[in-house]
């Protein structure tokens, strides 16, 4: 699979769910944060992915947006983005 993202990786059980949210979990206790590694040795740039998708990037930027959404908003792009493999 050519350039899998995130969401394909878990599919394919190459990450764990878990992972993701540890991702997201780090994401937003710091939205500067560039380099996420996986256990299996994929990363990706939580920022990036964020800054990449729309969505999430507004979501991020809602002052009244509950931080359930933000979340869920941020796994999104997660899962969106284009991991790289080490």
């Known amino acids: 699979m050519a350039d899998p993202t995130t969401g394909d990786l878990i599919k394919a059980k190459t990450i764990a769910s878990d992972e993701v ?10 939205p500067t944060v560039s380099v996420f590694r996986f256990a299996s040795g994929h990363t990706v740039d ?10 999430s990037r507004k979501a991020v930027a809602e002052p009244g947006a509950s931080d359930t959404f933000r979340r869920g908003m941020v796994r ?7 991991p790289v493999a080490s």
């Open 21 to 30: 949210n540890a991702a997201v979990d780090v994401f937003m206790r710091d």
């Open 46 to 55: 939580p920022a990036a992915a964020v800054k990449d998708h729309e969505p």
């Open 76 to 82: 999104t792009a997660i899962l969106l983005a284009r």
